[in-house]
Protein backbone atom coordinates (compact mmCIF):
# COMPACT_ATOMS: atom_id res chain seq x y z
CA UNK A 1 0.00 0.00 0.00
CA UNK A 2 1.64 3.22 -1.08
CA UNK A 3 1.92 6.33 1.76
CA UNK A 4 -1.00 8.14 0.54
CA UNK A 5 -3.30 5.30 0.59
CA UNK A 6 -2.25 4.82 3.98
CA UNK A 7 -2.32 8.29 5.25
CA UNK A 8 -5.79 8.47 3.86
CA UNK A 9 -7.19 5.25 5.46
CA UNK A 10 -5.66 6.22 8.64
CA UNK A 11 -7.37 9.72 8.50
CA UNK A 12 -10.28 7.79 8.25
CA UNK A 13 -10.16 5.85 11.22
CA UNK A 14 -8.92 8.90 13.43
CA UNK A 15 -12.13 10.96 12.70
CA UNK A 16 -14.46 8.01 13.56
CA UNK A 17 -12.50 7.46 16.55
CA UNK A 18 -12.65 11.11 17.78
CA UNK A 19 -16.45 11.26 16.32
CA UNK A 20 -16.73 8.47 18.80
CA UNK A 21 -15.11 10.00 21.56
CA UNK A 22 -16.95 12.90 21.00
CA UNK A 23 -20.06 11.37 21.55
CA UNK A 24 -19.35 8.99 24.69
CA UNK A 25 -16.73 11.24 26.46
CA UNK A 26 -14.54 8.33 28.70
CA UNK A 27 -15.66 8.24 31.97
CA UNK A 28 -12.15 6.51 33.30
CA UNK A 29 -9.08 6.83 31.57
CA UNK A 30 -6.80 6.43 34.21
CA UNK A 31 -5.23 3.10 33.33
CA UNK A 32 -4.50 3.57 29.86
CA UNK A 33 -3.07 6.97 30.83
CA UNK A 34 -0.46 5.35 33.00
CA UNK A 35 0.02 2.55 30.62
CA UNK A 36 1.58 5.38 27.88
CA UNK A 37 3.14 7.47 30.31
CA UNK A 38 5.15 4.03 31.60
CA UNK A 39 5.30 2.80 28.12
CA UNK A 40 8.80 3.28 25.99
CA UNK A 41 7.64 3.73 22.19
CA UNK A 42 6.11 6.22 20.00
CA UNK A 43 2.66 7.44 21.22
CA UNK A 44 0.52 8.08 18.18
CA UNK A 45 -2.70 10.70 17.88
CA UNK A 46 -5.04 7.82 18.13
CA UNK A 47 -3.58 6.57 21.63
CA UNK A 48 -3.70 10.31 22.25
CA UNK A 49 -7.37 10.77 22.06
CA UNK A 50 -7.06 9.53 25.37
CA UNK A 51 -6.73 12.99 26.41
CA UNK A 52 -8.53 15.30 23.25
CA UNK A 53 -11.44 13.31 23.54
CA UNK A 54 -12.17 16.05 26.27
CA UNK A 55 -11.71 18.53 24.50
CA UNK A 56 -13.36 17.74 21.01
CA UNK A 57 -16.69 18.46 22.82
CA UNK A 58 -16.09 21.91 22.24
CA UNK A 59 -13.02 22.27 19.85
CA UNK A 60 -14.20 20.25 16.66
CA UNK A 61 -14.61 21.42 13.24
CA UNK A 62 -15.14 24.87 11.81
CA UNK A 63 -17.42 26.21 15.18
CA UNK A 64 -14.87 25.31 17.60
CA UNK A 65 -14.61 26.98 20.61
CA UNK A 66 -11.58 29.58 20.13
CA UNK A 67 -11.05 29.04 16.33
CA UNK A 68 -9.42 25.70 17.74
CA UNK A 69 -10.35 22.48 16.47
CA UNK A 70 -8.93 19.57 17.99
CA UNK A 71 -10.63 16.86 16.36
CA UNK A 72 -8.08 15.77 13.83
CA UNK A 73 -3.97 15.62 13.61
CA UNK A 74 -3.50 18.37 11.76
CA UNK A 75 -5.76 20.40 14.26
CA UNK A 76 -4.24 19.27 17.10
CA UNK A 77 -0.55 19.99 15.54
CA UNK A 78 -1.57 23.60 14.41
CA UNK A 79 -2.84 24.40 17.70
CA UNK A 80 0.08 22.31 19.59
CA UNK A 81 1.79 25.32 21.89
CA UNK A 82 -1.56 27.15 22.62
CA UNK A 83 -3.30 23.77 23.15
CA UNK A 84 -0.10 22.66 26.09
CA UNK A 85 0.43 25.77 27.17
CA UNK A 86 -3.76 25.80 27.89
CA UNK A 87 -3.66 22.33 29.34
CA UNK A 88 0.14 23.23 31.50
CA UNK A 89 -1.34 26.47 33.16
CA UNK A 90 -4.83 24.06 33.73
CA UNK A 91 -7.07 26.73 32.31
CA UNK A 92 -8.37 24.15 29.44
CA UNK A 93 -10.79 22.05 29.66
CA UNK A 94 -12.60 25.24 31.74
CA UNK A 95 -13.24 24.75 35.52
CA UNK A 96 -12.21 21.15 34.63
CA UNK A 97 -8.36 20.61 34.49
CA UNK A 98 -6.50 17.61 33.55
CA UNK A 99 -4.83 15.34 35.79
CA UNK A 100 -1.00 15.34 36.05
CA UNK A 101 -0.46 12.15 34.30
CA UNK A 102 -2.56 13.33 31.67
CA UNK A 103 -0.70 16.77 31.33
CA UNK A 104 2.46 14.74 31.76
CA UNK A 105 1.37 12.58 28.68
CA UNK A 106 0.39 15.43 27.10
CA UNK A 107 4.24 16.53 27.48
CA UNK A 108 5.80 13.52 26.79
CA UNK A 109 4.19 12.91 23.02
CA UNK A 110 5.08 16.01 22.34
CA UNK A 111 8.66 15.82 23.36
CA UNK A 112 8.38 12.36 20.88
CA UNK A 113 7.48 15.38 18.27
CA UNK A 114 3.86 14.75 18.25
CA UNK A 115 4.39 12.40 16.11
CA UNK A 116 1.08 10.92 14.09
CA UNK A 117 1.80 7.47 14.13
CA UNK A 118 3.34 5.01 17.18
CA UNK A 119 5.60 2.31 17.66
CA UNK A 120 2.19 0.11 17.86
CA UNK A 121 0.87 1.66 14.45
CA UNK A 122 3.59 -1.03 13.01
CA UNK A 123 1.23 -3.62 13.09
CA UNK A 124 -0.67 -2.18 10.79
CA UNK A 125 0.28 -2.09 7.25
CA UNK A 126 3.24 -0.59 6.57
CA UNK A 127 4.50 0.58 3.48
CA UNK A 128 7.58 -1.04 1.77
CA UNK A 129 10.69 0.14 3.67
CA UNK A 130 12.18 1.78 0.21
CA UNK A 131 15.65 2.51 1.83
CA UNK A 132 17.78 0.19 3.82
CA UNK A 133 16.24 -0.77 7.04
CA UNK A 134 18.32 0.40 10.05
CA UNK A 135 17.68 -0.73 13.28
CA UNK A 136 15.73 1.75 14.86
CA UNK A 137 17.36 1.48 18.54
CA UNK A 138 21.14 1.22 17.05
CA UNK A 139 20.58 5.13 15.77
CA UNK A 140 23.10 7.38 16.95
CA UNK A 141 24.88 10.30 16.08
CA UNK A 142 26.95 9.56 13.23
CA UNK A 143 23.99 8.10 11.27
CA UNK A 144 22.35 11.88 11.86
CA UNK A 145 25.34 13.77 11.78
CA UNK A 146 25.27 13.70 7.75
CA UNK A 147 22.06 13.49 6.30
CA UNK A 148 20.03 16.20 8.45
CA UNK A 149 22.54 18.65 10.31
CA UNK A 150 25.97 18.96 7.53
CA UNK A 151 23.04 18.76 4.82
CA UNK A 152 20.46 20.70 5.95
CA UNK A 153 21.58 22.74 9.04
CA UNK A 154 25.43 23.81 9.05
CA UNK A 155 24.88 26.30 6.11
CA UNK A 156 23.41 28.84 8.81
CA UNK A 157 24.75 27.11 12.15
CA UNK A 158 28.32 27.13 12.11
CA UNK A 159 31.33 29.63 12.45
CA UNK A 160 32.46 32.56 14.37
CA UNK A 161 28.10 34.03 14.63
CA UNK A 162 25.87 30.74 13.95
CA UNK A 163 22.24 31.43 13.48
CA UNK A 164 20.12 32.09 16.34
CA UNK A 165 23.60 31.75 18.40
CA UNK A 166 23.27 28.51 18.21
CA UNK A 167 25.68 25.63 16.60
CA UNK A 168 24.90 22.76 14.60
CA UNK A 169 28.57 21.41 14.06
CA UNK A 170 29.23 19.56 16.89
CA UNK A 171 27.47 16.80 19.17
CA UNK A 172 27.58 19.14 22.55
CA UNK A 173 25.82 22.15 21.02
CA UNK A 174 23.58 19.44 19.35
CA UNK A 175 22.59 18.01 22.40
CA UNK A 176 21.96 21.36 24.55
CA UNK A 177 19.62 22.35 21.60
CA UNK A 178 18.19 19.31 21.51
CA UNK A 179 14.77 20.12 22.90
CA UNK A 180 14.44 23.30 20.55
CA UNK A 181 15.96 21.38 17.73
CA UNK A 182 12.93 18.39 17.88
CA UNK A 183 10.26 21.06 18.12
CA UNK A 184 11.84 23.47 15.48
CA UNK A 185 12.04 20.55 12.52
CA UNK A 186 9.48 18.24 13.41
CA UNK A 187 6.55 19.77 15.45
CA UNK A 188 6.60 23.23 13.56
CA UNK A 189 9.13 22.66 11.11
CA UNK A 190 10.13 26.70 11.03
CA UNK A 191 13.62 25.03 10.19
CA UNK A 192 15.49 24.57 7.72
CA UNK A 193 15.02 28.63 7.81
CA UNK A 194 13.29 29.21 4.72
CA UNK A 195 13.79 26.13 3.14
CA UNK A 196 11.11 22.97 2.86
CA UNK A 197 10.82 20.95 6.19
CA UNK A 198 12.67 18.02 6.23
CA UNK A 199 11.66 14.92 4.62
CA UNK A 200 9.28 12.52 6.73
CA UNK A 201 12.49 9.57 6.12
CA UNK A 202 15.05 12.54 7.73
CA UNK A 203 12.15 13.39 10.48
CA UNK A 204 11.70 10.16 11.45
CA UNK A 205 15.53 9.71 11.59
CA UNK A 206 16.12 12.46 13.97
CA UNK A 207 13.16 11.39 16.11
CA UNK A 208 13.93 8.11 16.28
CA UNK A 209 17.64 9.55 17.85
CA UNK A 210 15.97 11.80 20.29
CA UNK A 211 13.74 8.81 21.41
CA UNK A 212 17.13 6.36 21.88
CA UNK A 213 18.45 9.32 24.30
CA UNK A 214 20.67 10.80 21.61
CA UNK A 215 23.53 8.99 21.84
CA UNK A 216 26.53 10.46 20.82
CA UNK A 217 28.23 6.46 20.18
CA UNK A 218 26.67 2.99 20.16
CA UNK A 219 26.30 1.78 23.92
CA UNK A 220 26.07 5.91 24.30
CA UNK A 221 24.66 6.69 28.00
CA UNK A 222 21.12 7.04 26.63
CA UNK A 223 19.58 9.97 28.18
CA UNK A 224 21.97 12.88 27.64
CA UNK A 225 22.70 14.68 30.48
CA UNK A 226 23.43 18.33 29.15
CA UNK A 227 24.05 20.43 32.00
CA UNK A 228 24.79 18.82 35.50
CA UNK A 229 20.62 19.12 37.10
CA UNK A 230 19.71 22.41 38.15
CA UNK A 231 20.12 23.51 41.94
CA UNK A 232 16.95 25.22 42.30
CA UNK A 233 17.46 29.08 44.06
CA UNK A 234 16.14 29.10 47.42
CA UNK A 235 13.25 31.28 47.29
CA UNK A 236 14.27 34.73 49.17
CA UNK A 237 11.37 36.21 51.51
CA UNK A 238 7.73 34.86 51.47
CA UNK A 239 6.19 34.41 48.64
CA UNK A 240 3.05 32.62 48.03
CA UNK A 241 2.90 29.53 50.62
CA UNK A 242 5.93 27.78 51.19
CA UNK A 243 5.47 24.86 49.75
CA UNK A 244 8.52 22.79 50.04
CA UNK A 245 10.24 22.28 46.65
CA UNK A 246 9.88 18.64 45.40
CA UNK A 247 12.89 16.75 46.17
CA UNK A 248 14.22 14.23 43.00
CA UNK A 249 11.34 11.46 42.82
CA UNK A 250 12.69 8.19 43.73
CA UNK A 251 13.34 6.57 40.32
CA UNK A 252 10.45 3.54 40.55
CA UNK A 253 11.32 0.50 38.07
CA UNK A 254 8.29 1.34 36.38
CA UNK A 255 8.03 5.24 36.14
CA UNK A 256 10.88 7.57 34.53
CA UNK A 257 11.66 9.95 36.86
CA UNK A 258 10.64 13.71 36.04
CA UNK A 259 12.43 16.76 38.16
CA UNK A 260 9.52 18.73 38.17
CA UNK A 261 10.10 22.42 37.97
CA UNK A 262 7.45 24.93 38.85
CA UNK A 263 6.84 28.32 38.75
CA UNK A 264 8.07 28.91 42.33
CA UNK A 265 11.45 27.82 41.93
CA UNK A 266 11.63 30.05 38.64
CA UNK A 267 9.87 32.88 40.07
CA UNK A 268 13.26 34.01 41.77
CA UNK A 269 14.87 34.55 38.65
CA UNK A 270 12.26 37.03 37.23
CA UNK A 271 12.26 39.30 40.34
CA UNK A 272 15.64 38.98 40.31
CA UNK A 273 16.63 39.59 37.03
CA UNK A 274 13.54 40.89 34.70
CA UNK A 275 10.85 43.05 37.22
CA UNK A 276 12.99 46.00 37.68
CA UNK A 277 11.83 46.61 34.55
CA UNK A 278 9.16 44.46 33.76
CA UNK A 279 6.83 45.38 36.60
CA UNK A 280 3.09 45.23 36.74
CA UNK A 281 3.14 49.47 35.93
CA UNK A 282 4.77 50.74 32.70
CA UNK A 283 6.69 47.34 32.00
CA UNK A 284 9.14 47.56 29.09
CA UNK A 285 8.01 47.07 25.83
CA UNK A 286 4.65 46.46 27.53
CA UNK A 287 6.05 43.13 28.74
CA UNK A 288 5.07 42.85 32.35
CA UNK A 289 6.91 39.51 34.27
CA UNK A 290 5.68 39.85 37.62
CA UNK A 291 3.08 36.86 37.87
CA UNK A 292 2.80 33.42 36.44
CA UNK A 293 -0.32 34.97 34.50
CA UNK A 294 2.34 37.51 33.15
CA UNK A 295 4.96 35.29 32.57
CA UNK A 296 3.26 32.75 30.81
CA UNK A 297 1.37 35.19 28.30
CA UNK A 298 4.66 36.12 27.16
CA UNK A 299 6.51 32.56 27.33
CA UNK A 300 7.64 32.80 23.89
CA UNK A 301 9.67 36.10 23.90
CA UNK A 302 10.61 35.12 27.58
CA UNK A 303 12.42 32.05 25.62
CA UNK A 304 13.76 33.88 22.73
CA UNK A 305 15.16 36.52 24.88
CA UNK A 306 16.38 34.94 27.77
CA UNK A 307 17.35 32.23 26.73
CA UNK A 308 18.01 32.06 22.48
CA UNK A 309 19.23 35.51 22.07
CA UNK A 310 20.19 36.24 25.49
CA UNK A 311 19.31 39.79 25.05
CA UNK A 312 17.53 39.87 28.28
CA UNK A 313 18.71 41.23 30.76
CA UNK A 314 20.23 43.93 28.47
CA UNK A 315 23.85 43.05 28.43
CA UNK A 316 24.33 40.99 31.40
CA UNK A 317 22.53 37.86 30.29
CA UNK A 318 21.29 35.13 32.94
CA UNK A 319 23.64 32.93 34.73
CA UNK A 320 24.05 29.37 33.21
CA UNK A 321 22.57 27.89 36.43
CA UNK A 322 19.50 30.12 35.70
CA UNK A 323 19.13 29.30 32.32
CA UNK A 324 18.98 25.62 33.06
CA UNK A 325 16.63 26.08 35.30
CA UNK A 326 14.36 28.42 33.67
CA UNK A 327 14.66 26.06 30.19
CA UNK A 328 13.96 23.52 31.95
CA UNK A 329 10.57 24.70 33.76
CA UNK A 330 9.18 25.94 30.01
CA UNK A 331 10.36 22.30 28.42
CA UNK A 332 8.23 21.10 30.70
CA UNK A 333 5.05 22.94 30.02
CA UNK A 334 5.66 26.31 32.29
CA UNK A 335 3.68 24.82 35.11
CA UNK A 336 2.31 26.96 37.88
CA UNK A 337 2.50 24.15 40.50
C1 LIG B 1 -16.53 22.98 27.79
C2 LIG B 1 -15.95 23.48 26.57
C3 LIG B 1 -14.44 23.36 26.42
C4 LIG B 1 -13.64 22.25 26.62
C5 LIG B 1 -14.04 20.87 27.08
C6 LIG B 1 -12.29 22.66 26.23
N1 LIG B 1 -12.29 23.97 25.84
FE1 LIG B 1 -10.70 25.03 25.09
N2 LIG B 1 -11.87 26.69 24.86
C7 LIG B 1 -13.21 26.76 25.18
C8 LIG B 1 -13.68 28.12 24.92
C9 LIG B 1 -15.08 28.64 25.16
C10 LIG B 1 -12.56 28.85 24.40
C11 LIG B 1 -12.53 30.30 23.95
C12 LIG B 1 -12.56 31.24 25.11
C13 LIG B 1 -11.22 31.36 25.78
O1 LIG B 1 -10.23 31.65 25.10
O2 LIG B 1 -11.20 31.23 27.02
C14 LIG B 1 -11.45 27.91 24.38
C15 LIG B 1 -10.18 28.26 23.96
C16 LIG B 1 -9.13 27.36 23.83
C17 LIG B 1 -7.83 27.67 23.28
C18 LIG B 1 -7.39 29.01 22.73
C19 LIG B 1 -6.95 29.86 23.87
C20 LIG B 1 -6.42 31.20 23.42
O3 LIG B 1 -5.72 31.80 24.24
O4 LIG B 1 -6.72 31.62 22.30
C21 LIG B 1 -7.08 26.54 23.34
C22 LIG B 1 -5.65 26.35 22.86
C23 LIG B 1 -7.90 25.51 23.96
N3 LIG B 1 -9.12 26.05 24.25
C24 LIG B 1 -7.47 24.22 24.23
C25 LIG B 1 -8.24 23.24 24.83
C26 LIG B 1 -7.77 21.92 25.12
C27 LIG B 1 -6.36 21.41 24.80
C28 LIG B 1 -8.81 21.24 25.70
C29 LIG B 1 -8.81 19.81 26.18
C30 LIG B 1 -7.72 19.38 27.02
C31 LIG B 1 -9.93 22.15 25.77
N4 LIG B 1 -9.55 23.36 25.25
C32 LIG B 1 -11.19 21.82 26.28
C33 LIG B 1 -14.00 25.73 25.64
C34 LIG B 1 -13.58 24.44 25.94
C1 LIG C 1 19.11 29.44 5.85
C2 LIG C 1 19.67 29.45 7.18
C3 LIG C 1 19.22 28.41 8.18
C4 LIG C 1 19.18 27.05 8.02
C5 LIG C 1 19.52 26.24 6.79
C6 LIG C 1 18.76 26.51 9.30
N1 LIG C 1 18.55 27.51 10.18
FE1 LIG C 1 17.99 27.31 12.12
N2 LIG C 1 17.99 29.32 12.34
C7 LIG C 1 18.31 30.24 11.35
C8 LIG C 1 18.16 31.59 11.87
C9 LIG C 1 18.41 32.88 11.12
C10 LIG C 1 17.76 31.45 13.23
C11 LIG C 1 17.48 32.57 14.24
C12 LIG C 1 16.04 32.67 14.58
C13 LIG C 1 15.17 33.02 13.41
O1 LIG C 1 15.51 33.93 12.65
O2 LIG C 1 14.16 32.32 13.22
C14 LIG C 1 17.66 30.03 13.49
C15 LIG C 1 17.28 29.49 14.69
C16 LIG C 1 17.27 28.13 14.98
C17 LIG C 1 16.95 27.57 16.25
C18 LIG C 1 16.57 28.35 17.49
C19 LIG C 1 15.17 28.86 17.24
C20 LIG C 1 14.37 29.01 18.44
O3 LIG C 1 13.40 28.26 18.56
O4 LIG C 1 14.69 29.88 19.25
C21 LIG C 1 17.06 26.22 16.14
C22 LIG C 1 16.83 25.19 17.23
C23 LIG C 1 17.42 25.93 14.78
N3 LIG C 1 17.53 27.11 14.10
C24 LIG C 1 17.59 24.67 14.28
C25 LIG C 1 17.90 24.40 12.95
C26 LIG C 1 18.04 23.07 12.43
C27 LIG C 1 17.92 21.80 13.25
C28 LIG C 1 18.33 23.20 11.11
C29 LIG C 1 18.54 22.10 10.11
C30 LIG C 1 17.57 21.03 10.07
C31 LIG C 1 18.35 24.62 10.81
N4 LIG C 1 18.09 25.31 11.94
C32 LIG C 1 18.62 25.15 9.55
C33 LIG C 1 18.72 29.95 10.07
C34 LIG C 1 18.81 28.69 9.54
C1 LIG D 1 17.47 46.95 32.65
C2 LIG D 1 16.13 46.77 32.15
C3 LIG D 1 15.70 45.39 31.70
C4 LIG D 1 15.81 44.18 32.37
C5 LIG D 1 16.45 43.93 33.72
C6 LIG D 1 15.16 43.21 31.53
N1 LIG D 1 14.67 43.79 30.40
FE1 LIG D 1 13.57 42.89 28.93
N2 LIG D 1 13.45 44.67 27.94
C7 LIG D 1 14.05 45.84 28.32
C8 LIG D 1 13.86 46.84 27.28
C9 LIG D 1 14.40 48.26 27.29
C10 LIG D 1 13.13 46.21 26.25
C11 LIG D 1 12.71 46.80 24.90
C12 LIG D 1 13.86 46.46 23.96
C13 LIG D 1 13.55 46.81 22.56
O1 LIG D 1 12.60 47.50 22.30
O2 LIG D 1 14.34 46.32 21.72
C14 LIG D 1 12.87 44.85 26.72
C15 LIG D 1 12.15 43.93 25.99
C16 LIG D 1 11.89 42.63 26.41
C17 LIG D 1 11.05 41.70 25.71
C18 LIG D 1 10.29 41.97 24.43
C19 LIG D 1 11.19 41.76 23.25
C20 LIG D 1 10.50 42.11 21.96
O3 LIG D 1 11.20 42.62 21.09
O4 LIG D 1 9.29 41.92 21.85
C21 LIG D 1 11.06 40.53 26.43
C22 LIG D 1 10.31 39.26 26.10
C23 LIG D 1 11.93 40.76 27.57
N3 LIG D 1 12.41 42.02 27.52
C24 LIG D 1 12.20 39.79 28.51
C25 LIG D 1 13.02 40.01 29.61
C26 LIG D 1 13.36 38.98 30.57
C27 LIG D 1 12.86 37.54 30.49
C28 LIG D 1 14.14 39.55 31.49
C29 LIG D 1 14.78 38.88 32.68
C30 LIG D 1 15.42 37.63 32.47
C31 LIG D 1 14.33 40.93 31.12
N4 LIG D 1 13.64 41.17 29.96
C32 LIG D 1 15.07 41.87 31.85
C33 LIG D 1 14.70 46.09 29.50
C34 LIG D 1 14.99 45.13 30.46
Known sequence: MNKITLLFCSFLILSSCAYQHDKAAPTDNTNTVNQLNNGTGLISFSQMQV????CTQCHTGFAADGGVALDTYA?????????????????MPPKNPLSMAERNLVQKWISQGAPEFGSSDDQTPTPTPTSTPINPAA????????????????QCHSGAKPA?????DNYASINTNLQAVGY???VDESMPKNGPPLSSDLKDLLQQWILNGAPDA??????PTPTPPPTPTPTP????????????????????????????????IFSQSC??????????????????????????????????????PPRSPLSASDQTLLQEWIGQGALEE
Open 237 to 268: GPILTPTPIPSMPKPSPTQTPILRVTYLQVQP
Open 164 to 168: GDIAL
Open 218 to 223: PGGSGT
Open 275 to 312: VSCHGATNPKKGVALDTFANVTKNIQGVQSEALTNKSM
Open 184 to 186: DVI
Open 51 to 54: VFAK
Open 139 to 154: ITYADVKGPIFTQNCI
Open 75 to 91: GVRANLSYAANEINTGS
